[in-house]
C-alpha cells in the first residue's frame, strides 16, 4: 500500500524528530555550562572515540567536527536546530535513511539492495536508489571481499608467462575485393603479442577445439595478398 504525500511528510517530520533527539542525547555531556574549553573538548573526543547505536540501529561512530558542528546548531537555536532538513528526496539523502539501510543490511546480510529499498519505501515512504545503496554498502564493507563474500566481477591475470594466451580476431581492410581478418594472441601476464597473422576466413562463431585455422599469410607481419 503506497504512502500518500501527506503521510511521507509525517514520517521524514518523525524520523526527523528521532535524529535530533539522538544528536542532543550524544552531545548533551558537552552541553553543561560549567565545563571548561579544554574539559569541553576531552569530553568531545571521548564520545567521538566510542561508536553508538543510532536513532534506526547499527554501530556508528562520529568525527569530532561533526560533534562540535552539532554542539554550535544546539547553542545557536536550540532542540530544532538539531533537527534534519526536511528535503523533499531528490536533492540530498538525510542521514537517517543512510543509518537505517545500513542497519538492514547488518541485521540481514543476504538482503539485495533492492530489498533494503522496498522496506525502506514501506516504512519511510522514500528509498534512495539501488546504485547510491550499493555504493553506501562498499562503503561500509557490507558487500565484496570484506564480507568474504566472492566478487562477482574483477581483472584476472595469469600468475605467470605462458599460463595462459587470450585471442581475438579483428577486421582488416580489403584486398583484391576480399575482406581480410587479423588473429592475435596475447600472454595474459605479459602482455607479449605471441603471435599474429591476418587471413581471408572470418572464425566461426563457435569454433571447438581442434577445428582447423584460417589459411594465414605467407608473412605473418603483413595481409595475405589478392592473389
Not at 66 to 91: C, H, K, N, V
Amino acid at each position: 500500500m503506497e504512502c500518500t504525500p501527506e503521510q511521507e511528510a509525517h514520517k521524514r517530520r518523525e524520523r526527523a524528530q528521532l535524529v535530533a533527539l539522538f544528536r542532543y542525547q550524544l552531545i548533551s555531556p558537552a552541553l553543561d555550562p560549567g565545563l571548561s574549553r579544554k574539559a569541553r573538548g576531552k569530553v568531545v573526543r571521548a564520545i567521538a572515540a566510542r561508536s553508538h547505536v543510532g536513532p534506526f540501529g547499527g554501530q556508528h561512530t562520529y568525527s569530532r567536527d561533526t560533534l562540535d558542528r552539532w554542539i554550535r546548531r544546539y547553542r545557536a537555536g536550540g532542540f530544532e536546530a538539531l533537527t534534519p532538513s526536511l528535503r523533499q528526496p531528490g536533492s540530498r539523502i538525510d542521514t537517517a535513511v543512510l543509518e537505517l539501510a545500513v542497519a538492514l543490511k547488518r541485521e540481514n546480510p543476504a538482503r539485495t539492495a533492492a530489498q533494503v529499498a522496498r522496506i525502506l519505501r514501506a516504512s519511510s515512504g522514500y528509498s534512495p536508489s539501488e546504485s547510491t545503496l550499493l555504493r553506501l554498502f562498499h562503503r561500509h564493507e557490507l558487500i565484496g571481499p570484506a564480507t568474504g563474500q566472492a566478487p562477482v566481477f574483477g581483472r584476472y591475470e595469469a600468475d605467470a608467462p605462458n599460463q595462459r594466451w587470450v585471442g581475438d580476431a579483428l577486421h582488416g581492410p580489403k584486398i583484391g575485393g576480399r575482406k581480410t581478418y587479423l588473429f592475435a594472441f596475447l600472454d595474459d601476464h605479459s602482455r607479449l603479442v605471441v603471435g599474429y597473422r591476418f587471413g581471408f576466413t572470418a572464425p566461426p562463431a563457435n569454433r571447438g577445439r581442434g577445428r582447423s585455422t584460417p589459411r594465414p599469410s605467407a608473412n605473418p607481419m603483413t595481409p595475405p595478398s589478392a592473389e
